[in-house]
């Protein structure tokens, strides 16, 4: 998706040396700092992840321990 920012002329100077530095496009130093800075690439918050699904007869009352955990997981 393209968009446009505006940058102050100095810090456009910055990004633009530091991509040089690192050779690297101004749009590829750019997208990897907006994800280190929003925490995480896109890609791994589109995983999903499957829990064993722990039936009860009574429920709410189960309450694994550690080795019944680790069991479930593997």
Known sequence: MRTTIDLPDELFRRV???AALRQ??????????????????????EKRVEFP??????????DPDADTLAELIE
């Open 16 to 18: 633009k040396a530091e």
């Open 24 to 45: 690297k496009s101004l749009k590829e130093l750019i997208t990897e700092a907006i994800e280190h800075e929003i925490g995480s690439d896109l890609s791994a918050r």
């Open 53 to 62: 699904l722990v039936r009860s007869k009574r429920p709410g009352s189960v």
